[in-house]
């Protein structure tokens, strides 16, 4: 049974960090692609980044390029993304997923097989 857990979601002001981590079981094969999801009260689920599962790809959206950055330990079965310079736009709720491996790591939604349950982060003043 695969199962995703995110933790270290957090209520911090602008300019602050905050690392999430996705803690991941169950899977039969190894190296599969992990992203990062958000969704904000009212809008769309948004792509903000992909560890491919060979971690030799990574993706971020344009949105977060240059402030968000996606790690991983396999030895761990752990993804992380550290999260600089945080914006009050960035406030949604962080979901991981995962699916098998590919070539192209993609931020569609609709690609992903398996879910995490999701963590909160709030940028406010």
């Known amino acids: 049974q695969v199962q995703l857990v995110e933790s270290g979601g957090d209520s911090v002001q602008p300019g602050g960090s905050l690392r999430l981590s996705c803690a991941a079981s169950?899977?039969?094969?190894?190296?599969?692609?992990i992203a990062w999801f958000r969704q904000a009260p009212g809008k769309e689920r948004e792509g903000v980044s992909c560890?491919?599962?060979?971690?030799?790809?990574?993706r971020y959206a344009d949105s977060v390029k240059g402030r968000f950055t996606i790690s991983r330990d396999n030895a761990k079965n752990t993804v992380y993304l550290q999260m600089n310079s945080l914006k009050p736009e960035d406030t949604a709720v962080y979901y991981c997923?995962?699916?098998?491996?590919?070539?192209?790591?993609?931020?569609?939604?609709?690609?992903?097989?398996?879910w995490g349950q999701g963590t909160q982060v709030t940028v406010s003043s």
């Open positions: 169950g899977f039969t094969r190894p190296n599969y692609d």
């Open positions: 997923a995962a699916r098998s491996p590919t070539f192209t790591c993609p931020l569609d939604s609709n690609s992903y097989n398996y």
């Open positions: 560890s491919r599962g060979s971690a030799d790809i990574t």
